[in-house]
Structure formats: C-alpha cells, structure tokens
C-alpha cells in the first residue's frame, strides 16, 4: 500500500519569502500525487497534480512541485508568499490506472507572517 | 469542475443524537466519497458511494454507524448515529469525474456536547 510522509506539520514564513513544505511518498509502483489546500472554514481544493510527463508542476497561483522519483517526493514550493497564502496543505498519493484510491499526509499549516 | 454542496455546514449536536449530511453535485457523477477529518489530523475515507449499489466501508468504519444513501447521480447522504464526542469532526464528500482527482466540497463542521 502507498504512504504519505509530511515531515513539518507547521511552518512559518514571513511574507515575500520563499517557502518548501516537504512530501515523500512510499510505493511499489507507479503513483499519481496531488497537492490540496485548505484554507480556513473551507474544503479542500486541489493545488496541483503530477500524473505523467513533465515532472515539474505549476498551479495558477505560482506554486510548483517537482515529482523526484529517485527521492520518492514530491516538495511544494513558492518563491515568495502572501498572506492570502496562509492554509493548511495536504499532499496526497494514489496508485495509476482508473479510479485508485487516495491516501492524505498528515497536513503541513503554512503561517504566513506579515 | 462540479459544484458540490453541503448541507449543513456546521451543526452543534447532542450526544446519542444522529445527524444527516447532505451532499449535492450539479452534474451527474458515478463515485463519490465520504471522508473524516478529525481535529487536527488529516483526511480518513469512510466509504465510497456509487448509485445502485451498497457503499464500500473502509476498516473502522460500519454501516450501523455511518449509514450511507446514495438514491441517485447527483445525491448522497451520510448520517453519523448515536454520537459521541469523538465524532467530532469535520465530514467531507468528494466527487471523481472522469479521470480528474477528487473534488471536494467545503465539509461539514460536527461538534458533539
């Protein structure tokens, strides 16, 4: 079965600064890997999503991650954060091939400092 | 995406009282989804519901508990029996179209007195 490690459950940034929350996942076989945000008193939307090709993703709002195969992770990034960016980001695995089903990290919350 | 909508958003409830949440997608969908997110911890998939057939409990969870109906493509519910206050939690439902990853609606808000 697939696992997800979030290794930082909080980390704080001050705004306009560059931030890395981290994810490595464990398999035995290929995997699809999301990146969902909660912002407070919401749902969760997904971020981003690496199912094939190109190995480094982006989300419209200027996040990225980079599937590493090699290191089995998956580490989101921003070269500069907004307040607005303050949330708690979950990454999430799941085997290929039609429906599979998804497996949740323990959640990293993003403090943004002004 | 699908519109999801849940309903209610957040409820204050007794202990050994039932709750029933609702779950309402814009457009027709074959799976969706049920999970837990307890205080602090992150997502736990409960079952998953596809119309015309019984929903698929994950380990832990049971059917007399968290009874599922899932009467058509655009509908499900969930109801959470006999509280207490460790399902105290925020409840999630979650649509799969197509070959797109999950999507979420915004929870469900549950505290137990």
């Known amino acids: 079965a697939q696992s997800v490690t979030q290794l930082d459950s909080q980390v704080p940034v001050f705004e306009e600064a560059p931030v890395e929350l981290r994810c490595n996942y464990s398999s035995s076989v290929s995997v699809y890997l999301f990146w969902y945000v909660q912002y407070p008193n919401q749902g969760l939307q997904l971020l981003l999503k690496y199912l094939s090709g190109s190995t480094l993703v982006e989300s419209i709002n200027g996040f990225e991650a980079e599937f590493n195969k090699s290191q089995t992770s998956f580490h989101l990034r921003k070269p500069s954060v907004h307040i607005s960016d303050t949330a708690e980001y979950f990454c999430?695995?799941?085997?290929?091939?039609?429906?599979?089903?998804?497996?949740f990290g323990t959640g990293t919350k993003l403090q943004v400092i002004p | 995406s699908a519109v999801i909508s849940q309903k209610p958003s957040r409820d204050i409830c007794q202990r050994g009282t039932s709750l029933t949440i609702q779950c309402q997608v814009d457009s027709q969908v074959t799976m969706m989804f049920w999970y837990r997110q307890q205080p602090g911890q992150s997502l736990t998939l409960i079952a998953t519901?596809?119309?015309?057939?019984?929903?698929?409990?994950e380990s832990g969870f049971v059917i007399d508990k968290f009874p599922i109906s899932r009467p058509n493509l655009t509908f499900s519910t969930l109801t959470v029996s006999n509280m207490s206050p460790e399902d105290s939690s925020i409840y999630l439902c979650s649509v799969v179209e197509g070959n797109q990853p999950q999507h979420f609606g915004d929870g469900t808000r549950l505290s137990i007195l």
């Open positions: 519901a596809n119309q015309g057939s019984e929903a698929t409990y």
């Open positions: 999430a695995v799941s085997l290929t091939g039609g429906y599979q089903k998804v497996t």
